[in-house]
């Protein structure tokens, strides 16, 4: 994966919006609209911002230590299967964050920063579909 071209579209975004959030709820709501009702009491989008925020700081150990980035998104699943959400929102919510990025992006997003959020969307998809380890 190109590592750079994750980056780059993280600070393209950062500087062309101040808050994306929205946009990437937006997509994941209007693809999975079951998934808007858990957020019924996020009124000013805080919870939306927080996990926004932890996805990318998820992302950017993934990256480069990965030094707990697949353990968190396993152990996420456990979390938010015990509200309800499958396991295929994972993937789908990083899918959102690069459509929504892509279009904060516009004429600046390149083939290869989509390329690259195209296989980090697919390696988050194997990580959740992957059995859970045992120590």
């Known amino acids: 994966m190109d590592t750079q071209a994750i980056l780059d579209s ?3 975004v950062a500087e062309r919006s ?3 959030a929205p946009q990437v709820y ?5 693809r999975y609209p079951e998934t808007e009702a858990l957020f019924i009491g996020d009124k000013r989008g805080a919870a939306r911002g927080q996990m926004l925020r932890q996805a ?3 992302l950017l150990d993934y990256l480069g ?3 707990f980035a697949a353990n968190f998104l396993r152990a996420e699943l456990r979390n938010h299967d015990d509200i309800g959400v499958p396991a295929d929102i994972f993937p789908a919510f990083y899918k ?3 459509e929504a990025f892509a279009a ?3 004429e600046a997003w390149t083939p290869t920063m989509q390329a690259a959020w195209d296989e980090l969307t697919a390696e988050v998809e194997q990580i959740v579909q992957a059995p859970a380890q045992t120590i």
């Open 65 to 67: 230590p990965n030094a």
């Open 104 to 106: 904060i992006g516009g």
């Open 96 to 98: 959102a964050m690069a």
């Open 10 to 12: 993280l600070d393209l």
């Open 56 to 58: 990318i700081e998820t």
């Open 18 to 20: 101040e808050d994306p």
């Open 26 to 30: 937006g997509r994941l709501f209007a």
